[in-house]
């Protein structure tokens, strides 16, 4: 069964930091490059990171300094390192997985993560 699972979210005070974590099951993990989003209630869904199959890394100019993307090929896992968080973090952060050959994608259900003190 192809799927992303995210995990980690929650509530998290301001200036605090949360790990969130998106598990593959079902893809060849190693040719996906693999990207964290997310959506703010009445808001799009926005891009907050990507990373290659080699690990180059872009971040979104909001959480740049702030959050570190990071992949586990043996685990087929990627991370979201969310530091120093703020309130207009809070947001629905979904994984998604982009095969750089078929160039297919798999997203995950989300996981929420609500900033606040």
């Known amino acids: 069964q192809v799927q992303l699972v995210e995990s980690g979210g929650g509530l998290v005070q301001p200036g605090g930091s949360l790990r969130l974590s998106c598990a593959a099951s079902?893809?060849?993990?190693?040719?996906?490059?693999m990207g964290w989003y997310r959506q703010a209630p009445g808001k799009e869904r926005e891009l907050v990171a990507r990373?290659?199959?080699?690990?180059?890394?872009f971040y979104g100019d909001s959480v740049k300094g702030r959050f570190t993307i990071s992949r586990d090929n043996a685990k087929d896992t990627a991370y979201l390192q969310m530091n120093n968080v703020r309130p207009e973090d809070t947001a629905v952060y979904y994984c998604r997985s982009n095969n750089i050959y078929s160039d297919s994608e798999v997203w995950g259900q989300g996981t929420l993560v609500t900033v606040s003190s």
């Open positions: 079902g893809i060849i993990f190693s040719v996906n490059a």
């Open positions: 990373i290659t199959t080699v690990g180059s890394t």
